[in-house]
């Protein structure tokens, strides 16, 4: 800005201009802004020429001030706040000439620029809105609510849905919900059916209602939908209408069949996909083919078949059901200890190698339904010393499931041994690969499965085999070794 300000030339003068200096002076729709021709143009002053030159016909913005006959200190504010704005948008042009290095253009493309901004601003000056953009909300709305008596689809309830939907916009990029009259629909096709109703694919004929911002204008594009047809609709009431998933992003309104009565949800065609066809709700993650809320749902109506015995076990589980991630791990599950077979003791009793009958449970998103995976080799992991469920193993558990091989691969689920009544975790065998078969820490290397805790016991146990017969270097030699660190580069010192 230092160099702008020295370099002061070639700029024009803000100065009294008579109005009769303007010619072809149009107004811009019913807003207080218009253009025109200033025969005399702007006073600027050329360096090359060194002299003050004006540059006629020049095509202006003209905002007019209206109530401004008399000079108050609202007026005045008024005018700082338009100038402030005009300012605003200098100081961008001239950040990004300087950056192009355009410099030999930049007066014409600084008045050019500014006449494109004044334009961007014609609605907030018009409607006194606080957002400058070619969208006004308050004017749409107004226009939406005006348009009310030119409609209805002969429900008042269902006029009354229809109209709060439309009055809740937020911003251009918003369907606009409608009553859609059911003979603007042609080549009418079903694609398929789901858990409220058929699917068909359709053409609106007149379309949906729009704004072309571009333009400035409301249109109706010829466009293709699809018709969900909500099943048993025909005595639609106040709650069954709130339960319709009206999205603003997808959603273009509500039609009838004449024939069946039942009510019709008019979706756009390209978000055909975001929706289940079993439930009608909004998928949680497109890039996903199955509806986690189905899943969710299938889970919660399976609470009652079955249980642990312990209801803060059950507590646990089925949180842990509800917070599922589909392509990365089974169903978190209560497990009856007999249903596993082969159970063979591994290292100190920690972690135990066996076989499970039933399998694993996961949502199979190929073949869109629950399987098993009967007779997998499992890891089971006993948590000792925890036979009452308390805080302290509820966090122990939680401990175990938060490391991040269980964020990856997942845990099956927890079971009791039905004779010491240990709680066990169960985890897929690739579980060994993460951690140590005797004491079941974490390894320090999973790649040589080298574990620090039992190498550093395995040392402690070995201080008896060896002394050097003065107990200071003993205890110096001790401490040596147990600071061991890393498998590849520490030596044993002894």
Known sequence: MEFLKENF?????FEWIPCDKFIGIEKIGKSNIATAIWGEGPLCYYEYE??????????????????SGDI????????KEIMEYLK???????????????????????ANNIIINMKIIEHELECESDQMNNWCKSCHINYLKDNFTNWTSGNEMIDNFIQKKQLNLKTSYDLIFEWIPYNELTEIEEIGKGGIGKFHVAIWKEGPLCYDTFEKEWIRPYTEIILKYLSGSENLTDDSLS????????????SQNPSTKDYILVVSSKHYRKYCEECNKEYVKLEHDYCESCIIKYLE?????????????????????????????????????????????????????AIWKKGPLYFDVNEMKWMRKSYEKVCLRYLYNLQNVTDEFINKAETLLDYSYYKTYGCYGI??????????????NEYFNEYCEK??????SNIRKWCKSCQINSLKNNFVNWSSGNEKIDDFIQKMQLKIKDVYKYEIFE
Not at 54 to 67: A, E, F, H, Q, T
Not at 415 to 428: A, E, G, R
Not at 439 to 444: I, P, Q, S
């Open 9 to 13: 030339t070639n700029w024009s003068i």
């Open 88 to 110: 605003i948008q200098i100081q961008k042009i001239i950040s990004w000439f300087l950056m192009k290095d355009f410099l030999s253009i930049f007066v014409k493309n600084v």
């Open 439 to 444: 004491c079941g820490n974490k390894y320090e």
């Open 301 to 353: 109506n399976n609470f009652i078949n079955w249980t642990s015995g312990n209801e803060k076990i059950d507590d646990f589980i089925q949180k842990k059901q509800l917070k599922i991630c589909i392509k990365k791990s089974a169903i978190f599950e209560w497990i009856p200890y007999d249903d596993f077979i082969d159970i063979k003791e591994i290292g100190d009793d920690c972690l135990t190698n």
């Open 415 to 428: 079971s009791q041994n039905s004779d010491t009544k240990n709680y066990v975790l169960l985890f897929n």
């Open 243 to 254: 339960e319709i998933p009206v999205s603003y992003k997808s959603s273009h309104g509500i």
């Open 50 to 67: 060194e002299e003050w030159i004006r540059s006629s016909d020049i095509k202006v913005m003209l905002i007019y001030l209206y109530d």
């Open 72 to 79: 108050t200190n609202e007026f005045i504010n008024k005018k």
